[in-house]
């Protein structure tokens, strides 16, 4: 039981960092915009940054499945890696089909790739949602600065 919560541990950790350096890269990425995304036209832009934000949460979810698809690979769990990335896609969303099963040496894990999905989910989706209200209020704001002068 204790090898598991360190190793689910340590998996969490490593998804969380990951997706936080991701996070970092993508807001300097943003700050180098910024000038562009104030000139009109504002939707258009809108719209491509929340595509491109959309697609990063979807990159740091795929990214963390596959972490602990190779997690289970490497400790034995499953036989294939297709089976070590279909038990990580099914847990990491929380979806539990339940038609592959970790032993019962190894079911902690599984419930900690839940656990870390859910808290990957949750961030990624507070980061997106401030990604939009930033852009837009930064529209807003230059658009009322253009209106006033």
Known sequence: MTIQIAIGSVMMLLTVCIAALSAWAIEATFARLHWWMLREPHRPKLMLMVVVAALW???MVTAGVWLWAFCFRLLGV?????QSVYFSLVSFTTLGYG?????HQWR??????????LLNVGLLTALLVEVIRHVRKSQLEARAERGAS
């Not at 499953?78 to 297709?82: R, S």
């Not at 038609?99 to 032993?103: P, R, V």
């Open 108 to 117: 902690i894990l599984g419930g900690m790739a839940a656990a870390n999905g």
């Open 78 to 82: 499953f036989h294939t890696m297709e």
């Open 99 to 103: 038609d592959i099963l970790l032993t």
């Open 57 to 59: 949460a979807l990159a």
